[in-house]
């Protein structure tokens, strides 16, 4: 079973900028894609962005987009989500999952990781 620990949440002001941390110590990291969702207070959990298992196909939601930066390292068995420009409507906690593919709704993912709270200030 894939066990993932995600960290880097905090508290930032708008305009400002965060590093998520996805790992896990899964002897078969490079069999799994890694996604990163997140779930906002009263809202379903939603994707946001997605990297393939050699990281040569990226995903993102349009919400997202040249804002946020998925990046892997199969040797250290991490995913980071860069995330620039944050606005208030980025809060949420945010999730990294594991699959055989990748997905930008959460349901298909079978592995997930504890959740990261992120709160942006406007």
């Known amino acids: 079973e894939v066990q993932l620990q995600a960290s880097g949440g905090g508290l930032v002001q708008a305009g400002g900028s965060l590093r998520l941390s996805c790992t896990t110590s899964?002897?078969?990291?490079?069999?799994?894609?890694v996604g990163w969702f997140r779930q906002a207070p009263g809202k379903e959990r939603e994707g946001v962005s997605c990297?393939?298992?050699?990281?040569?196909?990226?995903y993102y939601e349009d919400f997202v987009k040249g804002r946020f930066t998925i990046v892997r390292d199969n040797a250290n068995k991490a995913v980071y989500l860069q995330m620039t420009s944050l606005n208030p409507e980025d809060t949420a906690v945010y999730y990294c999952?594991?699959?055989?593919?990748?997905?930008?709704?959460?349901?298909?993912?079978?592995?997930w990781g504890q959740g990261t709270l992120v709160t942006v200030s406007s």
């Open positions: 999952a594991a699959d055989e593919w990748c997905s930008m709704i959460p349901e298909p993912m079978d592995y």
């Open positions: 899964a002897f078969t990291f490079n069999d799994y894609v």
């Open positions: 990297t393939s298992k050699s990281d040569g196909s990226k």
